[in-house]
C-alpha cells in the first residue's frame, strides 16, 4: 500500500469516526457508507494528485 492509499483509507475513518459521532451514522450500516465515502474521496484524491507534479511517493 502506498502512503496515498494509506491517507485515503485514514482520511475515510475519520470522515466515517466524524459521522458516528455527529449521529449522522449508524454503527450498523458502516459498510455502506463506507464504501461510498472511499470512492468520493478517492476518485478526489487521485484526480488532484495526477493534475500535480510527480512526487516522489514511492511503493515499498
Do not use: C, W
Request: glycine share 2%; charged share 30%; aromatic share 6%.
Amino acid at each position: 500500500m502506498n502512503k496515498t492509499d494509506e491517507y485515503i483509507l485514514r482520511t475515510t475513518k475519520e470522515i466515517i469516526v466524524k459521522f458516528i459521532e455527529m449521529g449522522r451514522l449508524s454503527p450498523s450500516n458502516i459498510h455502506e457508507s463506507f464504501k461510498d465515502i472511499y470512492s468520493t474521496v478517492n476518485e478526489t484524491i487521485k484526480a488532484n494528485v495526477s493534475k500535480k507534479a510527480p512526487s516522489n511517493d514511492k511503493q515499498t
